[in-house]
């Protein structure tokens, strides 16, 4: 058997069964998956561009769809994050308001002092008014801004 069609079999199966199945990766996205599944030594975020003409959307296929290693999705949200946050802000937001994406939450409260003040206050605003506002509450309220901090402390009436 092929080599990219073992890694298209790999990769669909560490997708998981989904009610609705996701379309099959694209062979940019397989790139990704391959490159991203290393335990160790993983590339930059920088050193993923050339694997992909449309990076950022298939960065957002992976935190959506690959389920096996974890590490996977995780890997492509904090490139999201750390690079790619302005096309991808609307992703991120949405992230904040889903309890199934509580991990890539987490991962974007650990990024918001190193998103310009403007964005990191619409994703923590986001977090707070969504369903895991508890679990992101006492965190958004440690964040070294107090601008940020400011928002997750409930105001007196």
């Known amino acids: 058997m092929p080599t990219s069609t073992l890694s298209s079999l790999a990769l669909i199966a560490a997708l998981g069964a989904d009610p ?3 379309p099959s990766p694209s062979p940019s996205q397989e790139a990704l998956y391959r490159a991203l599944v ?13 694997l992909s003409p449309t990076l ?17 999705g995780i890997r492509a949200a904090e490139c999201l994050l750390t690079d790619h946050q302005e096309a991808a802000l609307p ?7 889903r309890s199934d994406a509580k991990g890539f939450a987490l991962v974007a409260v650990e990024k918001l002092d190193r998103m310009p003040i403007d964005r990191a206050k619409a994703v923590a605003r986001a977090g707070l008014a ?20 400011a928002l997750a402390t409930p105001v007196a009436k």
């Open 20 to 22: 609705a199945p996701s």
């Open 56 to 72: 950022v959307e298939d960065l957002v296929y992976l935190t959506e769809n690959a389920k096996q290693p974890t590490w996977v």
């Open 91 to 97: 992703v991120i937001i949405g992230w904040m308001g």
């Open 38 to 50: 290393v335990r160790e030594g993983a590339p930059t975020c920088a050193e993923l561009a050339p």
């Open 130 to 149: 969504g369903p895991l506002a508890e679990t992101l509450r006492p965190r958004i309220a440690r964040l070294p801004q107090a601008e940020l901090a």
